[in-house]
């Protein structure tokens, strides 16, 4: 059993950046893939970022590469989405996940979702 908290959302301009925090309990952290999805409204919930496990890959949808990035701390249980130049296109509630077929899914345990609103 996992537990994931998601945090870090809020209403922002474009071309700014905020971070989002994941915090997990339940699990041997350090050995779970994590992953950050997003739902605009009206549209599927799609992948943004993953991290494997273990010192492992991180992979991104082509929309955010370049601009987001997702790192772990292992000793914190916490991982984070920092989103840089951000847009319209941004404008999303952001989920973490674990527990899964990495990195597009599906996933067993998800946050309760933060949301990212980015003003033009």
């Known amino acids: 059993q996992v537990q994931l908290v998601a945090s870090g959302g809020g209403l922002v301009q474009a071309g700014a950046s905020l971070r989002l925090s994941c915090a997990a309990s339940g699990r041997a952290f350090s050995s779970i893939t994590m992953a950050w999805f997003r739902q605009a409204p009206g549209k599927e919930r799609e992948f943004v970022a993953g991290n494997r496990c273990c010192g492992g890959s991180t992979e991104y949808t082509d929309s955010v590469k370049g601009r987001f990035t997702i790192s772990r701390d292992n000793a914190k249980r916490m991982v984070y989405l920092q989103m840089n130049s951000l847009n319209a296109e941004d404008t999303a509630v952001y989920y973490c996940?674990?527990?899964?077929?990495?990195?597009?899914?599906?996933?067993?345990?998800w946050g309760q979702g933060t949301q990212v609103t980015v003003s033009s």
């Open positions: 996940a674990t527990v899964g077929h990495y990195p597009l899914g599906p996933y067993d345990y």
